[in-house]
């Protein structure tokens, strides 16, 4: 499983960016694969002294790989490769 926002730490990419690619391909695919592949989820994120509940989703290792394969730069460029 990896996270979108690990996923946007990963790849230097605002995690916004990457929450719109994920859209754009939950919009694109069927929705018994979509609903699998990623699943919308909440996550912590530390603001000022607090912390608030931000959007996410979870993937598969299919899910992720789709994803990042649409990724430009030079860390996508390397998992490309391998």
Excluded: C
């Excluded at 607090?50 to 030079?74: E, H, I, Q, W």
């Amino acid at each position: 499983m990896a996270n979108s926002r690990d996923v946007a730490a990963l790849f230097n990419k605002r995690p916004d960016h990457v929450l719109h690619a994920i859209r754009d391909l939950v919009n694109q695919l069927t929705p018994e694969i979509s609903g699998v592949w990623f699943t919308p989820t909440k996550v912590d994120q530390k603001v000022g002294f607090g912390v608030r509940k931000v959007d996410a989703y979870n993937m598969t290792p299919d899910s992720f790989a789709l994803l990042a394969m649409g990724f430009t730069g030079s860390l996508a460029a390397r998992f490309k490769e391998a």
